[in-house]
C-alpha cells in the first residue's frame, strides 16, 4: 500500500526546527524514483476530476510533485515563494505559521480571474501556509479547486482552517 510505502520512507527529525518539534523529513522518498513516481501518478489520480488548469506549488517541498503533477497533467505549474525570491511584479500575503510568521508571493499575472487553481504542499499542519496561497489565489478572481498534501497531520486540524476555500482536501498520508 501506498501509504505504508511513503510512511517507511518519511524520517522524523527530533526538535526541528525548534524545540518540541517532530520535523517530518520527505528528503528520503526522493532518493526512491519508484516511489516518488508513483505518489507523483497518485496525486493525479486523486486530483483528476478536479480539474484544475494549473497546479500552484508552495515554496520549497512543495515543488517536488507539484511540478510533476503539472506536467503528467499536462497544465501549468505556478510557484509561490517566500518574500524578495521571485524576480517579477508580485502580490503577497502575510501569515501566522505554528513556531512564527511569514510572508508568500506569486507572479501577479500567474493567475487569471475565473482560473480553477489546486494548490500542492508536502505536509499540511496548521493550515496557514495553504491558507495564504488560497488568499493569493483568490486575490485574482481565480478559484481554489482543493488542495493536496504528501502529509496531513490531522491532529493539528489544518485542514479545518481550508474547508472556506474547498472542501476537496488530498493527503495521501496521515498522521
Given at each position: 500500500?501506498?501509504?505504508?510505502?511513503?510512511?517507511?520512507?518519511?524520517?522524523?527529525?527530533?526538535?526541528?526546527?525548534?524545540?518540541?518539534?517532530?520535523?517530518?523529513?520527505?528528503?528520503?522518498?526522493?532518493?526512491?524514483?519508484?516511489?516518488?513516481?508513483?505518489?507523483?501518478?497518485?496525486?493525479?489520480?486523486?486530483?483528476?476530476?478536479?480539474k484544475p488548469?494549473?497546479?500552484?506549488?508552495?515554496?520549497?517541498?512543495?515543488?517536488?510533485?507539484?511540478?510533476?503533477?503539472?506536467?503528467?497533467?499536462?497544465?501549468?505549474?505556478?510557484?509561490?515563494?517566500?518574500?524578495?525570491?521571485?524576480?517579477?511584479?508580485?502580490?503577497?500575503?502575510?501569515?501566522?505559521?505554528?513556531?512564527?510568521?511569514?510572508?508568500?508571493?506569486?507572479?501577479?499575472?500567474?493567475?487569471?480571474?475565473?482560473?480553477?487553481v489546486l494548490?500542492?504542499?508536502?505536509?499540511?499542519?496548521?493550515?496557514?501556509?495553504?491558507?495564504?496561497?488560497?488568499?493569493?489565489?483568490?486575490?485574482?478572481?481565480?478559484?481554489v479547486v482543493?488542495?493536496?498534501?504528501?502529509?496531513?497531520?490531522?491532529?493539528?486540524?489544518?485542514?479545518?482552517?481550508?474547508?472556506?476555500?474547498?472542501?476537496?482536501?488530498?493527503?495521501?498520508?496521515?498522521?
Amino acid at each position: 500500500m501506498l501509504e505504508n510505502k511513503v510512511k517507511e520512507s518519511i524520517r522524523d527529525v527530533v526538535d526541528f526546527p525548534k524545540e518540541g518539534i517532530v520535523f517530518k523529513d520527505i528528503t528520503p522518498i526522493l532518493e526512491n524514483t519508484v516511489l516518488t513516481a508513483e505518489i507523483a501518478d497518485a496525486f493525479v489520480e486523486r486530483s483528476k476530476s478536479l480539474k484544475p488548469d494549473a497546479i500552484l506549488g508552495i515554496e520549497s517541498r512543495g515543488f517536488f510533485w507539484g511540478i510533476l503533477i503539472a506536467q503528467k497533467m499536462g497544465i501549468p505549474f505556478i510557484p509561490v515563494r517566500k518574500k524578495g525570491k521571485l524576480p517579477y511584479k508580485t502580490i503577497s500575503y502575510k501569515y501566522d505559521l505554528e513556531y512564527g510568521s511569514a510572508e508568500i508571493e506569486m507572479h501577479e499575472d500567474a493567475v487569471s480571474k475565473g482560473m480553477n487553481v489546486l494548490i500542492h504542499d508536502d505536509l499540511l499542519a496548521t493550515g496557514g501556509t495553504a491558507m495564504a496561497a488560497a488568499e493569493l489565489v483568490k486575490s485574482q478572481g481565480a478559484n481554489v479547486v482543493g488542495f493536496s498534501f504528501l502529509v496531513n497531520l490531522t491532529f493539528l486540524k489544518g485542514d479545518q482552517r481550508l474547508l472556506p476555500y474547498s472542501h476537496q482536501i488530498i493527503s495521501l498520508v496521515n498522521y
